[in-house]
């Protein structure tokens, strides 16, 4: 299983970037999808979860109306569009796979399918 992400970048505060995350190995419409991040001194936390049908989506408050995650199952991709960005987003982003959407929302383990990362930088 492979999960390719990318689309990070260095963008000024207000600015917008797309993340996609292209999945390989793995039947991509059986697993619920997720972006986590982890900030410079701090532990990789939930960002945005969709689920495998593409039905039902959801966030961390501080992006909630700035963020969208959206998943196209008949190319293995998941995205996360990015608006309005702040400095605080500054982050390592990183795609997760797995058939747990309570898990994904909730948790970060080690044993989600996990994309390598793509580092996003917000300067204001």
């Known amino acids: 299983v492979q999960l390719q992400a990318c689309g990070g970048g260095l963008v000024q505060a207000g600015g917008c970037l797309t993340l996609?995350?292209?999945?390989?190995?793995?039947?991509?419409?059986?697993?619920?999808m997720a972006w986590f991040r982890q900030a410079p001194g701090k532990e990789r936390a939930f960002v945005a979860a969709i689920t495998w049908t593409g039905g039902s989506t959801k966030y961390i408050d501080s992006v909630k109306g700035r963020f969208t995650i959206s998943r196209d199952n008949a190319k293995n991709t998941v995205y996360l569009r990015m608006n309005s960005l702040r400095s605080e987003d500054t982050a390592v982003h990183y795609c997760a796979a797995d058939k747990s959407y309570i898990d994904l929302v909730s948790r970060v383990r080690d044993d989600y399918y996990w994309g390598q990362g793509t580092q996003v930088t917000v300067s204001s």
């Open positions: 996609s995350c292209a999945a390989s190995g793995l039947t991509f419409d059986d697993y619920h």
